[in-house]
């Protein structure tokens, strides 16, 4: 199968394990942050190509320290560790959606959130993070706040993120359709 996606898709493996991506050659000082949007119905297929990278990467590169965080899972953990899980599900079949988003704006705050991502990754010990599950955790976690709040703590590791939408280069349109009108500093990982 070759279609746009696919030979987006095949861009990334030797992309993201080159030298002069792993050490942030040509960026300027900015912080090595990468999104690879892409189109929402498309979900399925890139997840696909994330376990091939996370297969494959270390037959190309075995000394690469390479952590996955998918959000979803990362908040699901969350939420058990503090014992809200399942008062979560309680919540939201008794009081609906709006009330559950509200009670776990605290809990999932970004700034709170990124710091239990760093502390699941450990930026220091690894040469690359992927980022996939955006689409799973929206409405709880605005993809723009988290990165922001990521950009002071992840140093010089390169961070790669799987996003169900668009990307212009300054704002994020979730699946397409949610825009942000929050200006955000990344690079497309491929056009």
């Given at each position: 199968?070759?279609?746009?996606?696919?030979?987006?898709?095949?861009?990334?493996?030797?992309?993201?394990?080159?030298?002069?991506?792993?050490?942030?050659?040509?960026?300027?000082?900015?912080?090595?942050?990468y999104i690879f949007d892409y189109l929402?119905?498309?979900?399925?297929?890139?997840?696909?190509?994330?376990?091939?990278?996370?297969?494959?990467?270390?037959?190309?590169?075995?000394?690469?320290?390479?952590?996955?965080?998918?959000?979803?899972?990362?908040?699901?953990?969350?939420?058990?560790?503090?014992?809200?899980?399942?008062?979560?599900?309680?919540?939201?079949?008794?009081?609906?959606?709006?009330a559950l988003e509200k009670a776990l704006r605290s809990p999932l705050k970004?700034?709170?959130?990124?710091?239990?991502?760093?502390?699941?990754?450990?930026?220091?010990?690894?040469?690359?993070?992927?980022?996939?599950?955006?689409?799973?955790?929206?409405?709880?976690?605005?993809?723009?706040?988290?990165?922001?709040?990521?950009?002071?703590?992840?140093?010089?590791?390169?961070?790669?993120?799987?996003?169900?939408?668009?990307?212009?280069?300054?704002?994020?349109?979730?699946?397409?359709?949610?825009?942000?009108?929050?200006?955000?500093?990344?690079?497309?990982?491929?056009?």
């Amino acid at each position: 199968m070759s279609d746009r996606l696919t030979d987006r898709l095949n861009e990334i493996l030797p992309k993201i394990i080159s030298e002069d991506f792993l050490s942030g050659k040509g960026l300027g000082n900015e912080i090595a942050f990468y999104i690879f949007d892409y189109l929402p119905e498309e979900e399925l297929r890139v997840r696909d190509h994330v376990r091939f990278l996370l297969e494959h990467i270390p037959k190309q590169k075995p000394d690469l320290r390479v952590a996955h965080v998918n959000l979803f899972d990362l908040i699901i953990d969350h939420l058990k560790e503090r014992n809200l899980l399942d008062r979560s599900f309680q919540m939201q079949r008794q009081k609906g959606d709006d009330a559950l988003e509200k009670a776990l704006r605290s809990p999932l705050k970004a700034e709170k959130l990124a710091q239990i991502f760093v502390d699941f990754i450990q930026p220091a010990e690894h040469d690359l993070v992927l980022v996939s599950g955006v689409g799973s955790v929206w409405p709880l976690i605005r993809t723009h706040s988290l990165l922001s709040n990521l950009h002071p703590v992840m140093k010089s590791t390169p961070l790669v993120m799987f996003y169900p939408g668009r990307y212009d280069g300054q704002s994020l349109r979730l699946f397409g359709r949610i825009k942000t009108d929050h200006y955000y500093r990344a690079f497309k990982l491929v056009p």
